[in-house]
C-alpha cells in the first residue's frame, strides 16, 4: 500500500493539492494510476473539471456506453444496480477506491459467461428467413434487455442477421464462380445457410475468446478512459502497449496500411489517413471510418469487435507487398470491402505539389496533403510553408490566372507552418490566436510585409480538413483573401492541442517498482480564429458547399462525447484584403451550375439516401427482402462508380519549371500518370474551376 506517501513532483512551477486516502485492498499501481492521472487532468487540461456528482454522473454514462456499447451483455437490473454508484464515482477518485469498477468488473465478466452459452445454443438450429422481423442496428436507439429471455432473443436477432448476411455473400461468390467455370458446384440455399452459420459460430468463439481474455487491467483502461473522455474526445489514457501502437502509428515509417487507429466503444476506429501512405493512394478509407473485420487477401475474415487494440493492430499490419481486406463500416451505416495492399509511406507523395488546370483560364492547382515540418528530421529537413511558397512562385512564373490551394482530407501538423503559409497571400498580420487554460491569447503573426501571390485565391476544404487546415482556411476567409469551398457544411472542428505526460517521469524513485505506468494525453490549448471566435466545435464554414454523398451527415467534433464548446475571445487587430470577391454573385452562379449537373444531382440523391439509411437503422432479416435491399443498395452505389470518370473539361500541364519527367524513371511516371487521372476525374475540382472561372 501507499500509505499515505506523496508520489508525484507532476510539475513544479504548479501547486498541488494531494487528495486523502481511504484505503481499500487495492493493488498500488491502480492507487498510482488514480492519483496520478487525476492530478494531471487537473492541474493541465485546459478546461479542468470539479469532481463532484455531476462529474460522477458524466462518467457513469460515458462507461456504460463504452462497457456494451451493444447492449448484448448487461440486463436493465446490472444497470440500475450500477447507478447507485453514479453519485459516488468522484468518493471513489477522491480517495483511491474502486467500488463502482470492481462492481461493474464482476457484472460484466458474469454476463459474458451467460451470453457465451446463447450463442452456442442459439447457432445450433437453423433460422426461419420467411418470416417478418426486423433489427435494429444502431445501438443508440435501443434499451437495455429487461430479462435474460429478452437478451436471449436479441442475441438471436443479430446473429440470425449475422448468418444472413454471410449466406448472402455466400451466394453472391458461388454466383460469381458459376459465371466463370462451368464446373462449379452449386450449393442449395439450405446447404449454403448450414455453412453460413458454421462460419458465424466461428466467429463468435472467437470473438468470446478474446473477451475471456480481457483482463482487470484491459478493463481499467475503459474506465480511467472514462474519465479522461469527459474532459474532451482528445484527453484520454494509454496503457504502456497502447502508447507504443500510437507511437509506431505516428511515425509513418512502419511497413502497413497508414492509418491512426483508435478504439473506441469497442470498435477500431479510424482517426487518421497518413499521407502518402497505402490508404491514402487507395482512397476508400477515410476518417471516421469504423473497421469491423479483418482478411489476409483471400483469406477467413476475422472479426475485430472488442479486440483488444494492439492484437486488431498486429492483424492489419504487414508487410509491404501483402494484401489485407478489411470491412468497414461507414458513417451511414453501410458496409463494404476494402482491398489494400500494404507498403511504406513515401514521403515524396505527401508533400505540395502543383500543375496547371487549362480549360477557360489557366488555374495553377496545389495539392497540400498535410501540414508537414522537419519534426527531428521526420520530414527530411522540409518545410510545407517553403515548398508552397515554391509552388506559387513557379506558377506566377506561368501567369496563371488563379490560383487553387486543396486542403481536403489534410488533417493538419504545424503551427509554425501555417502562420507562413498564411503570409505569403497577405502583408503582415496576425493569423491565429492561441490560448492556455489561463493568461491572455497568444497571437501569432506573419511579421513579412512581402506578398508572394496577389492573384485569385480559392481554397478547398471537406468534413476531414482539421486543425492547422482550419486555422489556413479561417485565416483566409477572416481576411477575405479568398473562397472557401468545401463538400461538407463545416470542417472537422478540432481547435484544440493536445501533449502527452509520461507518467513514470512523476513517480518518486522509491516507486520505480510500479512502472510503466503509461501516459496520457491531455488537451492544453485551444485555437482562435483572428476574428475571435474558435475553430473549434464549428469549424469553419466554408463560403460555398458542393454537395457529396455524406454532407447531410453529421461527422466531425461534434458527433464526439463531451467535445469543448465553442466560445469566442476578442478579435485580433487586421485589414481585410484590398479586393471584393462578391461571394454572393459566385455562390449563386455555382449553385445554378449544380443544378443542371447530372452528378451532382445523382451525389445528392445519394446523399438523401445515406441520411436516411443511417437515421432508420432498421434491417429487414427476411430473405427476400434482405436481398432485394442489397440489390438496391448496388444499384444506387453503381451510380456513384459511374461518376469515377475522366472530365473532358480541363486539360492538365505540368509547370515548365519541373521539366520533364525522365521516362526511364517508370515509377515516377506512373505516380504521375495516376495522380493526373485522379484530378481528371475529380467532379468538386472541377466546379471549383468553374468558380475561380466567376472571379473578376
Known sequence: MLKNKKLLYLIPVLSIALFSYTYVTLSEKEEALDQIIMQSLNNIHYSPLEVNDKFSEKVFKLYIKRLDYNKKFLLQSDVDELKKYDRSIDDDINNARFNFFNKSYDIINQRVDEAQAFYKDILTQPFDFSKEETLQLDPEK??????????????????????????YDLIESQEKAKEKSDTVVIKTNQELEIEARKKILKSNDDWFKRLKEFNR??????????????????????????????????????????????????????????????????????????ILKVAQGNNEAVDIVDMRMDDAVMLIRGKKGTEVRLTVKKPDGTTIIIPLIRDIVVLEETYAQSVILKGKKNIGYIKLPSFYADFGGQSGGRSCAKDVKKELQKLKEEKVDGIILDLRYNGGGSLGDVVDMAGLFIEKGPIVQVKQKTGFPQVMEDRDASVIYDGPLVVMVNSNSASASEIMAAAIQDYKRGIIVGTSPATFGKGTVQRFYELDDYLPPAYSNLKPLGSVKITTQKFYRINGGTTQLKGVIPDIVLPDPYYLLDRGEKEQDYPLAWDEIPAAKYQTWKVNYNIEKIRTASAERIKTNEGFGILNEAAKRLKKQKDESIVSLNYDKYVAEQKKIKTDNKKLDDLDKELNSFEINALSADGTINETDTVKVTKTKEWYKTIKKDIYLNETMNIMTNIQ
Not at 435501443?142 to 454471410?166: G, V
Not at 479510424?270 to 478509407?285: D, E, R
Open 142 to 167: 435501443i434499451n437495455f434487455c429487461k430479462s435474460k429471455e429478452d437478451l436471449k432473443d436479441a442475441w438471436r436477432k443479430t446473429l440470425k442477421y449475422q448468418t444472413l448476411a454471410k449466406m
Open 217 to 290: 487491467n484491459d478493463r481499467l483502461s475503459v474506465y480511467f478512459n472514462s474519465i479522461t473522455g469527459i474532459y474532451d474526445p482528445h484527453t484520454e489514457y494509454y496503457a504502456p502497449k497502447d502508447k507504443a501502437n500510437f507511437d509506431i502509428s505516428m511515425s509513418g515509417q512502419l511497413e502497413g496500411i497508414g492509418a491512426q487507429l483508435q478504439e473506441k466503444d469497442g470498435y477500431i476506429k479510424v482517426t487518421n489517413i497518413v499521407p502518402g501512405s497505402a490508404s491514402w493512394k487507395q482512397g476508400q478509407l477515410k476518417t471516421g471510418d469504423v
